[in-house]
């Protein structure tokens, strides 16, 4: 983005060292020891004389010269990804001619709440210099960058010239499509198993027939077709692929279990990036990927399809979502749910149950949606519990931090056992590890034959 300086008055543009206050305050003590050794009363008075001269110089060097002499331009992508680290390139031209030393003051957007961030470097006569840093918004929504300020100063270093550069610029923060792209690069790359996605290969259990080829060492002999064997005088096989265009739903819960952070992220954050991922993959796999938001009086639903622009729809719907103060209403889900899906579906259902009594008051309608569709249950373990019942305790109160925090990580466990008690699939993950841990949960039901 190619910026224009803003016009300013000299009082604006124009600034002092600190330089120039210790020169100034060394000239004072001289006058100050010139009262009793009068001696240096002649030398107070040059360094003064050559104090101002050099000021005097600093000030032509910087001043007369146009508002162009220094150009900015800051470039960035219009769409920044959630929770990753975007660059962000200033690119800074010195068309002085001598060396100056910059420093590129950023008014960042509100959302960072950084104050005192500043770039610094040396630019030689008519060189270029390229400023790079890293910004990781936490937050979905659209970001203001304001103006950049970039102040010089000369090899003297007792004057300093400020250039405002009007490079406002909006851009929004949308869910990680960049790890939308890794998985993407890592499965056309067939390297998906180093960033721990593991594909579980179970011969001959696809319902969906594709053709009869030779046998070959490695397949699995109770697929052997027998007829075509004896029509043709050698071992003949049946070969089956996965089943393709089954629905697949995301169902993401924004009450106010989904409002906790961690690492600077919502819960719902992480549920929104690893739905994007889930749907991409689902979408690659042939399946039909689809949406569905809820909360206490509202339901969003995006129906599933296969087709390429579903994830930039599902994208959409997703920047858009904020979580609420009140408790979702899993009743209405269940009735919404029940009225609009027609087929049996995998819901990946994304909430969070702290404790028993929350599940049990959400089970019945849990139990309804797993009566018609394939239920996955995706909830959160609590890291920082966890931490804290790997310490070792020293006093009284370390040990009921520690006994309060192992209660809280055993109801996890019986969450995941009671959900088992109806048929319920749970998934307990680390937020952290939420994206890989739904893929990889994804996989397995689809080479179990379960979806």
Known sequence: ???????????????????????????????????????FYE??????????????????????????????????????????????????????????WVSVIEELP????????????????GATHIFRYELRPVERGEYQFGYSNVFIKSALGIVVRRFVFDNEQTV????SFQ??????????????????????RIIGHSMEFDHIKPYTKGDDVRMLNWKATARTGNLMVNN??????????????KGRAMKMPFNGLSLLDYAVNASLVFSNVAINKGDKAGLVTFTENKIELLAASNKKVQVNKIMELLYAQDTQWQESDYEALSVKLRGSLSTRSLLMLYTNFESMSGLHRQLPYLRRLARYHLLLVV????????????????DVESIYKQTIAQKFAFDKKLIVRELSKYGIMSLLSPPEQLTLNVVNKYLELKSRMLI
């Open 179 to 200: 790890q939308l792209r890794h998985y993407e690069l890592y499965a056309y790359m067939n390297r998906l198993n180093e960033i721990g996605v593991h594909k579980r």
């Open 110 to 125: 509100t959302q960072f709440q950084e104050r005192d961030f500043s770039l610094s470097a040396k630019i030689n006569a």
């Open 1 to 39: 983005m190619v910026s224009s300086t803003v016009k300013n008055n000299l009082y604006q543009i124009l600034f002092f060292t600190n330089r120039l206050y210790f020169l100034l305050g060394a000239n004072i003590l001289l006058f100050f020891i010139s009262f009793f050794y009068p001696r």
């Open 240 to 253: 089956y692929v996965e089943e393709r265009s089954q629905q697949v739903y995301a169902v993401i819960d």
């Open 172 to 175: 929004s923060v949308y869910p």
């Open 379 to 394: 909830f959160f373990e609590n890291t920082e519990l966890k931490r804290v019942t790997e310490q070792t305790a020293y």
């Open 43 to 100: 030398v107070a008075i040059m360094a003064f004389i050559i104090l101002g001269g050099v000021f005097l110089l600093d000030m032509l060097l910087l001043l007369l010269r146009p508002s162009g002499i220094v150009s900015l331009s800051r470039k960035l992508s219009n769409r920044l990804n959630n929770g990753d680290n975007n660059e962000v390139v200033l690119e800074c031209r010195n068309s002085y001619p001598f060396p100056v």
